[in-house]
């Protein structure tokens, strides 16, 4: 999978490296960690710091290693750790904002989808001044709400594993898709969360 398209990207917030590390050692065993990182030179030998930057290529060149050592294709990888980053990134964030009205304090999934952006681009945008986040394109109705990501990151998988997470932490009975626009011009996907 390639990351980095024409416009290269070169730095994404350390939290994301710290929970994936969180990721690794809780699913995987700590072995695993020791292991994926002992297979490149990566930055301080592993040790991520939370509110530095780092290369997005480097997530992509660990997650490779635990393919690899897993067995787990690439895709049900990026799943299975958006899955595991949205409570956790939840539970992380909520300890240190006190705005109870804040997006991230939403307690049900149609309201949280909703204010993503808002989320994202006002909230987080606060302590992390020049990320570069992703911009969904949101529509909510009655019973459904979709969601269009589009990103050079093309994360479609990791999204998809996050909104999973994110029905799981408010255990509501939604059924998720995801539809892939897999077009090189202009690559989105496409998601719909329905009530049962
Ligand atoms: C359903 C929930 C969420 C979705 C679908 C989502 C999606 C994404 C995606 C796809 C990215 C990668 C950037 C890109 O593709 O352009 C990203 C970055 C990020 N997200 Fe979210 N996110 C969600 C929830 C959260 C939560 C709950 C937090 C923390 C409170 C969070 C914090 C971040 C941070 C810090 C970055 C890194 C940005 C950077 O370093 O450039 N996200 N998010």
């Known amino acids: 999978m390639r990351l980095i398209s024409n416009k290269k990207r070169v730095i994404l917030r350390g939290v994301i490296f710290t929970t994936f590390n969180e990721f690794v050692e809780n699913e995987f065993g700590y072995e695993t960690l020791d292991y994926i990182l002992l297979q490149g030179e990566f930055p301080n030998d592993g040790g991520f710091c939370a509110g530095e930057t780092y290369n997005p290529a480097v997530l992509v060149e660990m997650l490779q290693h635990l393919s690899a050592k897993t067995d787990i294709e690439m895709n049900s990888l990026w799943y299975k750790y958006g899955f595991y980053a949205f409570t956790s990134l939840v539970t992380q964030f909520r300890e240190i904002y006190d705005d109870k009205e804040s997006p991230i304090f939403n307690d049900n999934v149609f309201d949280f989808v909703e204010q993503l952006n808002i989320m994202h681009f006002t909230e987080l945008k606060k302590i992390y001044p020049n990320a570069q986040f992703p911009r969904f394109g949101i529509e909510r109705e009655d019973d459904q709400i979709t969601l269009i990501y589009s990103s050079e990151m093309k994360l479609h998988h ?24 897999d077009d090189p011009q202009n690559t989105f996907s496409k998601f719909t969360i329905k009530r049962r």
């Open 158 to 181: 990791f999204v998809k594993g996050l909104l999973s997470g994110c029905i799981h932490f408010f255990d509501e009975p939604l059924e998720l898709s995801m539809t892939i626009n």
